[in-house]
């Protein structure tokens, strides 16, 4: 655990309500930019803000309330871009991830119900089966919606330039679950994919500690 800060003499120390005043603040900044660089509301971004901004706001925090709003609107207005084809079972990439998020982040800001709502909780409602579980069918979330890798990422090689690496269960750094990294690494190599690899993975104990992988699983063999 990291030492607390030392704080000089004659300086003054942020409440807790300041220090969350500040966070959120900061939050919802990062979500509007993101949106203005990316033009995407991403379901790590919008709904994370507006959580937080509902939650100080009920607590008594002062929020910039016109933030919440803008943020509030992306999101209806990207499920709104998609909504016939939710209707339709069209599934987005990540199939319900983004309205899984979209939609308590809403709710938390008493969002009011709208057809893009609607149309939203009506595709969730539809994906789920009668066990409660929500397995779905696309290819963005390898193994645990698939499980056959080398043969999905060969199979849509043309239309993929970003491969994000987390092991699985868990979704730990790569050579702690049960993925063949090793194996699927020269795959990549011998299918003649060129594109990014990028890692979403959560270490098990800390960046650096975690970052053996590399050197474990790239070896030349």
């Known amino acids: 655990m990291a030492p607390p800060p030392i704080i000089a003499k004659g300086d003054k120390a942020e409440s807790p309500a300041e220090s969350l005043q500040k966070s959120t603040a900061l939050l919802q900044k990062s979500a509007v930019e993101f949106f203005a660089q990316s033009g995407c509301a991403g379901c790590h971004h919008q709904p994370m803000a507006v959580m937080a901004s509902a939650s100080a706001h009920a607590a008594g925090l002062p929020v ?62 539809q994906m789920q089966h009668r066990a409660g579980n929500w397995h779905v069918g696309d290819v963005s979330r390898s193994p645990m919606q698939e499980g056959d890798i080398a043969r999905t990422v060969q199979k849509h090689l043309p239309r993929i330039a970003h491969v994000q690496l987390a092991d699985n269960p868990g979704r730990n750094e790569p050579g702690t679950g049960e993925i063949n990294y090793n194996f699927l690494f020269r795959h990549l190599d011998t299918i003649g994919y060129r594109g990014w690899v990028g890692c979403e993975y959560r270490p098990r104990t800390t960046t650096t500690d975690g970052l053996g992988w590399h050197a474990a699983l790239t070896v030349v063999t």
């Open 64 to 125: 910039d309330q016109s933030r919440t709003q803008a943020l509030l609107q992306m999101m209806e207005e990207e499920i709104a871009r998609t909504q016939e084809n939710l209707l339709q079972r069209i599934d987005p990439g990540g199939a319900g991830d983004g309205e899984a998020y979209f939609l308590p982040a809403m709710a938390a800001a008493d969002f009011p119900a709208s057809p893009a709502t609607d149309a939203a909780a009506r595709h969730l409602a």
